[in-house]
């Protein structure tokens, strides 16, 4: 299917389909999880802040799975030379931030109530931290350089350094003692059914909603480079 | 193997002779231990809970000192452009420079980092380790800079982006680090925290090189 995504003009036709569909399968998937979301019954443990779960752990999970589209485009742009693929990942690269430093502003509101403490210092959440940090870098990086294709290369060298981290965070909870909570989402029978839906349902939507997002900003990128060219061009 | 030796006389003298070499780097550790006491006000007991962890962010603050001419020098006056036509392949290059850094700014900063500790408080049996993981943490600094040196090679403001994109890269080595050192002067096991610095420092060793090398390549194309 990358390659043959790889032709701009079958990328456009395609996107141009395709990004209108994710769209709308994100807002109706969001629009349930939330009515599902407040519907569900109060947790045993945690009272009414459960609900933050359908939340953060979405959030939490895009963030990391935008970097591994961001490594990967990186990773085809250095590799094939394609500028297609530079434009898919410094097109992720914003939409990454965004997601996971919501991700770390929903954990933080989730921890007050729950570890009585804003932020802590433990594994999970630092090596989150760093992976918001990686996607910062990689933009101030690209902003900093004058000369596009060596920005895009250069940035993508540091994204694939940093795709180290993504293992880290996956299995941080396993290799320290971690405040926070272990694997349970993707475990069977490890959360109530109840709260599986709407958890489900929010991920969906937030994996949807990234979809439809990142074939937008790849579609402005290959207009602005094609702008770009056409004014380099009309000026000679 | 002479190439790489006539190399590594090159860096070494370079970073030895301009820019001061390990003196500022040394300076600049003075300055940033004396600041944790004047700036917090604690008395000696209250500091040597500290005293391991910020004698290592010193470490890895001067560090980030000289990274900036790591690559910057060669690029800018046509060298790099040379090194990269001649016969040795550039991973050696940056092999080169990355040791000369750790052994021309690292090895002192290895040095200093025990005295650095006991001036904040901690007690003399902890110098032993902290020394063993200076050197090994210094080699992974320079590596790991090196990297952030290259990639951000001909970008606008260099300094403080380079920290930007390294400083993460960074964190390992203190956590790692800091870990063993505090595992130590709490009696637990500091084994594992100098085996994974060790692991992640050679890790740089390693594959470091290789994305330096593409980034320079990046950079003169």
Avoid at chain 1, 53 to 71: D, K, Q, S
Avoid at chain 1, 175 to 198: C, D, I
Wanted: aromatic residues 12%; proline residues 5%.
């Amino acid at each position: 299917m990358i390659t043959v995504l790889a032709n701009p003009q079958r990328f456009l036709a395609f996107s141009r389909v395709a990004a209108p569909i994710l769209g709308v399968l994100a807002a109706v998937s969001c629009l349930a999880a939330l009515w599902l979301g407040w519907s569900v019954p109060d947790d045993y443990q945690q009272g009414s802040t459960i609900r933050l779960l359908f939340l953060h752990v979405p959030c939490a999970i895009t963030g990391m799975f935008i970097y591994a589209c961001l490594a990967g485009s990186a990773f085809f742009g250095l590799v094939f030379r394609h500028s297609l693929a530079d434009a898919a990942a410094r097109a992720a690269a914003p939409l990454g931030a965004a997601v996971s430093f919501l991700g770390l502003v929903t954990g933080s509101f989730w921890g007050r109530p729950m570890w009585g403490a804003w932020w802590v210092w433990d594994a999970r959440l630092t090596s989150y931290l760093i992976l918001f940090l990686f996607f910062v870098g990689y933009m101030a990086l690209q902003a900093s350089m004058d000369d596009e294709t060596k920005a895009d290369r250069a940035s993508g060298i540091l994204a694939l350094v940093g795709a180290i981290n993504l293992p880290i965070v996956y299995f941080s909870v396993e290799w320290w003692k971690s405040l926070h909570q272990g694997q349970t989402l993707f475990e069977p029978g490890k959360m109530a059914a109840v709260y599986e839906w709407p958890a489900f349902l929010m991920l969906g939507a937030f994996y949807a909603g990234f979809g439809a997002l990142w074939l937008v900003r790849i579609r402005g990128e290959i207009w602005r480079r094609r702008a770009q060219a056409l004014a380099v061009q009309g000026s000679r | 193997m002479s190439g790489f030796s006539v190399l590594f006389k090159r860096e070494l003298a370079m970073a030895w002779n301009r820019g001061g070499g390990p003196a500022v780097a040394l300076a600049f550790n003075v300055c940033a231990v004396t600041l944790l006491p004047l700036a917090s006000g604690a008395s000696l007991d209250k500091l040597k809970l500290l005293a391991p962890g910020f004698s290592w962010v010193a470490l890895a603050l001067a560090s980030l000192l000289s990274l900036e001419r790591l690559f910057e020098r060669d690029y800018e006056d046509g060298a790099l452009d040379l090194l990269a036509l001649g016969p040795a392949p550039l991973e050696l290059v940056a092999l080169a420079k990355c040791l000369a850094q750790w052994i021309c700014t690292g090895l002192p900063l290895a040095v200093f980092a025990p005295v650095a500790m006991t001036a904040l408080g901690a007690p003399m049996s902890l110098a032993p380790l902290t020394f063993l993981c200076a050197v090994i943490g210094g080699l992974g600094f320079a590596f790991v800079g090196g990297v952030g040196a290259a990639v951000s090679l001909g970008a606008r403001a260099g300094g403080v982006l380079i920290a930007v994109i390294v400083l993460p890269l960074f964190t390992p080595l203190a956590i790692f680090g800091g870990g063993a050192i505090a595992g130590l002067s709490m009696g637990l096991d500091w084994t594992s925290g100098l085996l994974f610095l060790s692991a992640y420092s050679l890790f740089f060793v390693a594959l470091g090189p290789f994305a330096m090398a593409a980034a320079c390549r990046n950079a003169l194309s």
